[in-house]
């Protein structure tokens, strides 16, 4: 019997398979449908709620609360892409000049990246602090301003200094996957285009950025689907304040379900983001199907 | 890299000095000071008397006289020792736990291509895009039906719900590379496919096994949101929510033991990061580059 299964490609793979499948159909694929079930109920925290439609959902279109938080998340999102991108890929270039030290700059960009982004938050908190901040500090003695910056108080600084913050720890991700993907790059393409008489800007537009195009849809995919679910970083700095200025969908949703108790209404707000990160996907999944084309490639 | 010094490859001896200083390692300097500065600065505040904290006349940019009290405070008057334990505990434990299913799991997938494996695969990967922002509440349900609210178990079980999906992913790329030729050879020896598993796959695969190792480990220490709405004792919770939640008291903030104890809590992960650094940068571009 043992002997059968174990020569069974079909029985042995399904038993392989068993304890992955138990975990992520128990806490994921259950959690995921209870959850979009949850949307559609009054659950509150400690009383099983009723079926009531898409009245969560008509309730948080009202809501004005709920309505900032969807602008701030997708501004949020759109500021700190475009920045991660931007710098990020000047980071890589930089790397992958021939420089001194490189694989210790390449250890040591990453630690933003590895060091519990709660922890680091709390010491953006520090630097962004109203009263002793060291920015502020730094910028008086320069003379550029008269008094201390209240990063955290007012809506768009506020709304800025979680953006600047966010960017600070995703840098390092963009920078060293898209370093991987420029390291593929074969130095001939350069050295031909160089005899051809192109200069530094049509041989990044015309060779880096197409030889790139496949690495960087699947970096800012994931990029631009953590950056919009960001709980924690914003959760840390201000809790969605001030006057919910800085409320993400996912950080308002914690709070209507866990510290308000209406789970149901919280559960609703978390799978409205659903529809926007299957956009990101499918738009980063057809950037990907247009490059494979143009290679030849048939997977 | 030695080799590079004399590879004919690269053009970069075009470039006059100068050049090179202002285009190149000025603006690499400056992305690696920002980038490091707050590590820096939490250094430099953790170590720092109050005095010198909240004085803004003195240069914060350097300690007078360094101390540890902000550490001992920590270490004695806060629960933050038992954070670090349960901190450690759910971080291995749920590492293992993945690791092991993702094996069998990537296995299955790659190598016994079991009818509906393509599909198989293709959910794992959706699974891993599937972020825990939106999976808490629900989940959070869950945990309080199974009775685990609370409880270090309750994160156990939640944490492989991304790690599983990441490392079978990165796991089914390394086995995609080790040579079907091996594993035919084992087949005509009369070796059973769990023989194979153990004895010639795994062996190749440790490279990629400690990859998957290392992220999975620094996922579920970085872990926040599960940690925050599963456990409210504070004896049972883990290191970032503790100094979030219970270190921040009222209006008065204390920022050296605050700064203690981020700096302390980042510490394990930087020191095994820094002994894998290669590993895990191949484990990170590798998952992307798929």
């Given at each position: 019997?043992?002997?059968k299964i174990q020569?069974?490609r079909?029985l042995l793979?399904?038993?392989?398979?068993?304890?992955?499948a138990?975990?992520?159909l128990?806490?994921?694929?259950?959690?995921?449908?209870?959850?979009v079930?949850?949307?559609?109920t009054?659950?509150k925290?400690g009383?099983a709620?009723?079926?009531?439609?898409?009245?969560?959902?008509?309730?948080?279109?009202?809501?004005s609360?709920?309505r900032?938080?969807?602008?701030?998340?997708?501004?949020?999102?759109?500021v700190?892409?475009i920045?991660?991108?931007?710098?990020?890929l000047?980071l890589?270039?930089l790397?992958?000049?021939?420089?001194?030290f490189k694989?210790?700059?390449?250890a040591?960009?990453?630690?933003?990246?590895?060091?519990?982004?709660?922890?680091?938050?709390?010491v953006f908190?520090?630097i962004?602090?109203?009263?002793?901040?060291?920015?502020?500090?730094?910028l008086?003695?320069l003379?550029?301003?008269?008094?201390y910056i209240?990063?955290?108080g007012?809506?768009?600084n506020a709304?800025?200094s979680?953006?600047a913050?966010?960017v600070?720890?995703?840098?390092?991700f963009?920078?060293?996957?898209?370093l991987?993907?420029?390291?593929?790059i074969?130095?001939?393409?350069?050295?031909?285009?160089?005899?051809?008489g192109?200069?530094?800007?049509?041989?990044?537009r015309n060779?880096?950025?197409?030889?790139l195009?496949p690495?960087?849809a699947?970096?800012?995919?994931f990029?631009v689907?953590?950056?919009?679910?960001?709980?924690?970083?914003?959760y840390?700095?201000t809790?969605?304040?001030?006057?919910?200025a800085t409320?993400l969908?996912?950080?308002?949703?914690?709070?209507r379900?866990?510290?308000?108790?209406?789970?149901?209404?919280?559960?609703?707000?978390a799978?409205?983001?659903?529809?926007f990160?299957?956009?990101?996907i499918?738009?980063?999944y057809f950037?990907?199907q247009?490059?494979?084309?143009?290679?030849g490639?048939?997977r | 890299?030695?080799?590079?010094?004399?590879?004919?490859?690269?053009m970069h001896y075009?470039?006059?000095?100068p050049?090179?200083?202002?285009?190149?390692?000025?603006p690499?300097?400056?992305?690696?000071?920002?980038?490091?500065?707050p590590?820096?600065w939490?250094?430099?505040?953790a170590?720092k008397?109050?005095?010198?904290?909240?004085?803004s006349?003195?240069?914060?940019f350097?300690i007078?006289?360094?101390?540890?009290q902000?550490f001992?405070?920590l270490l004695?008057d806060t629960p933050?020792?038992?954070?670090?334990?349960?901190t450690?505990?759910?971080?291995?434990?749920?590492t293992f736990?993945?690791?092991?299913?993702?094996?069998?799991?990537a296995y299955a997938?790659e190598?016994?291509?079991?009818?509906?494996?393509?599909?198989?695969?293709?959910?794992i990967?959706?699974?891993?895009?599937v972020p825990p922002?939106?999976?808490?509440?629900?989940?959070?349900?869950?945990?309080?039906?199974?009775?685990?609210?609370?409880?270090?178990?309750?994160l156990?079980?939640?944490y492989?719900?991304f790690?599983?999906p990441f490392?079978?992913?990165?796991l089914?790329?390394?086995f995609r590379s080790?040579?079907?030729?091996?594993?035919e050879?084992a087949l005509?020896d009369?070796?059973?496919?769990w023989?194979?598993?153990?004895?010639?796959?795994?062996p190749?695969?440790?490279?990629g096994?400690?990859?998957?190792?290392?992220?999975a480990?620094?996922?579920?220490w970085?872990?926040?949101?599960y940690?925050?709405?599963?456990?409210?004792s504070?004896e049972?919770?883990?290191?970032?929510v503790?100094?979030?939640?219970?270190l921040v008291?009222?209006?008065?903030y204390h920022w050296?033991?605050?700064m203690?104890g981020?700096l302390?809590?980042?510490l394990?992960?930087?020191?095994?990061?820094?002994?894998?650094?290669?590993y895990?940068?191949?484990?990170m571009?590798g998952?992307?580059?798929?």
């Amino acid at each position: 019997m043992l002997a059968k299964i174990q020569n069974n490609r079909n029985l042995l793979g399904y038993a392989f398979m068993v304890p992955a499948a138990f975990l992520l159909l128990v806490f994921l694929t259950y959690p995921l449908g209870l959850g979009v079930w949850l949307g559609f109920t009054d659950t509150k925290i400690g009383r099983a709620g009723s079926f009531i439609g898409f009245e969560n959902y008509e309730f948080l279109f009202g809501d004005s609360v709920a309505r900032l938080s969807l602008f701030n998340t997708v501004f949020y999102t759109v500021v700190a892409s475009i920045l991660k991108f931007g710098l990020g890929l000047w980071l890589a270039l930089l790397l992958n000049k021939h420089l001194p030290f490189k694989t210790f700059f390449r250890a040591v960009i990453l630690l933003p990246w590895i060091v519990p982004t709660a922890l680091s938050a709390i010491v953006f908190w520090w630097i962004y602090d109203s009263q002793f901040s060291v920015i502020s500090w730094v910028l008086i003695r320069l003379g550029l301003i008269d008094s201390y910056i209240n990063f955290l108080g007012d809506p768009w600084n506020a709304r800025l200094s979680t953006i600047a913050a966010n960017v600070w720890r995703g840098i390092p991700f963009v920078a060293i996957s898209l370093l991987a993907g420029l390291q593929t790059i074969s130095p001939s393409l350069y050295e031909a285009a160089a005899i051809d008489g192109a200069t530094p800007w049509q041989q990044f537009r015309n060779i880096t950025l197409p030889m790139l195009t496949p690495i960087i849809a699947v970096v800012m995919t994931f990029s631009v689907l953590f950056t919009f679910t960001d709980f924690q970083l914003i959760y840390v700095l201000t809790r969605g304040g001030p006057l919910n200025a800085t409320h993400l969908m996912a950080t308002l949703s914690f709070q209507r379900a866990i510290s308000g108790g209406a789970l149901g209404e919280g559960a609703a707000l978390a799978i409205a983001m659903v529809p926007f990160l299957l956009a990101a996907i499918l738009f980063s999944y057809f950037g990907l199907q247009r490059r494979a084309w143009q290679q030849g490639g048939d997977r | 890299m030695a080799k590079d010094e004399n590879d004919s490859s690269g053009m970069h001896y075009l470039q006059s000095l100068p050049r090179r200083w202002v285009t190149i390692y000025i603006p690499v300097c400056i992305f690696v000071f920002v980038l490091l500065f707050p590590f820096y600065w939490m250094g430099m505040t953790a170590f720092k008397p109050d005095a010198e904290l909240l004085d803004s006349d003195r240069n914060p940019f350097w300690i007078a006289s360094p101390t540890l009290q902000h550490f001992s405070r920590l270490l004695f008057d806060t629960p933050y020792p038992a954070w670090l334990l349960n901190t450690m505990i759910v971080s291995v434990v749920s590492t293992f736990v993945s690791l092991a299913t993702a094996v069998l799991a990537a296995y299955a997938i790659e190598r016994l291509r079991f009818q509906g494996a393509k599909p198989t695969g293709l959910a794992i990967f959706f699974a891993y895009l599937v972020p825990p922002s939106i999976l808490f509440i629900p989940l959070a349900a869950v945990v309080f039906k199974l009775g685990l609210f609370d409880s270090r178990l309750a994160l156990i079980l939640t944490y492989p719900t991304f790690l599983i999906p990441f490392c079978t992913w990165l796991l089914m790329g390394y086995f995609r590379s080790i040579p079907y030729e091996l594993e035919e050879c084992a087949l005509i020896d009369g070796a059973t496919r769990w023989e194979i598993l153990t004895k010639i796959i795994l062996p190749l695969a440790i490279p990629g096994l400690i990859s998957a190792g290392i992220f999975a480990f620094t996922l579920s220490w970085n872990e926040f949101i599960y940690a925050l709405t599963f456990i409210s004792s504070s004896e049972v919770k883990t290191v970032p929510v503790g100094v979030v939640t219970e270190l921040v008291e009222g209006d008065v903030y204390h920022w050296g033991p605050l700064m203690a104890g981020a700096l302390l809590g980042s510490l394990p992960v930087a020191v095994i990061y820094s002994f894998f650094v290669e590993y895990y940068v191949s484990g990170m571009t590798g998952a992307v580059k798929e």
